[in-house]
């Protein structure tokens, strides 16, 4: 379906006075002010939110923290707590192919919802492989850069610039795929992230779907 995404403000687009994008099937027609775009099809189905349309995110640190954390299931909070379990605490567990599925799962409904539409792999562990094929998210091959230092966050922006993130912009003829975050618009794009945090996503689009809404 034809959707308008329109925001306060749609950065890496190609153009200063964007605040949309226009989506049909799994890429974007067009970007844009929203009046040029809505008047120019009119039969499309408009979606609003709040603050920055980015293009997604891409998690430098998806491997070890799908394949070496845990993520607890809601139903384990009392005893295991609801951060991702690494190290002794990961140890400690009984892990097998499909409790690994089920972390993954959950860690990936994570990652979108901070915006993430790509991953840095390869992926080794065959139930994690599995469950990042099903989700659809994008695998990139991993660059070369300062993870393996760094503690595990699920938030990518805790630890990388925003211009090594971004998988790709959003001009036309691309992946719909990007994700809106509700920052202040008047700050330039990596100053708001770093600020907000990608914890502040209200809604993850991949391939033109919506795989994400803040409640």
């Not at 394949?67 to 605490?89: F, I, K, N, Q, V």
Request: hydrophobic content about 45%.
């Amino acid at each position: 379906m034809l959707t308008i995404h329109v925001a306060d403000r749609a950065a890496f687009t190609g153009r200063k006075d964007a605040d949309a994008v226009a989506v049909d099937g799994g890429l974007i027609v067009a970007a844009g002010p929203y009046e040029r775009l809505a008047g120019e099809r009119p039969q499309a189905r408009v979606r609003r939110w709040p603050g920055l349309l980015l293009p997604g995110l891409r998690h430098p640190q998806a491997v070890p923290l799908l394949e070496s954390a845990y993520h607890p299931d809601p139903r384990e909070a009392d005893e295991l707590g609801t951060e991702p379990l690494t190290g002794d605490a990961l140890e400690a567990l009984a892990m097998d192919d499909t409790r690994w599925g089920a972390s993954a799962r959950r860690g990936l409904q994570r990652l979108l919802a901070h915006g993430v539409t790509a991953l840095a792999g390869p992926f080794t562990v065959p139930a994690v492989r599995t469950a990042v094929a099903r989700s659809g998210l994008r695998v990139r091959d991993a660059r070369r850069g300062r993870y393996e230092g760094d503690a595990l966050a699920l938030d990518p922006v805790v630890h990388f610039p925003l211009n090594a993130l971004l998988d790709g912009d959003l001009s036309a003829g691309g992946a719909a795929d990007f994700a809106v975050f509700d920052v202040p618009v008047g700050e330039q794009p990596a100053r708001a992230l770093r600020l907000g945090g990608a914890a502040t996503c209200v809604a993850t689009v991949l391939g033109g779907r919506l795989v994400y809404r803040r409640r």
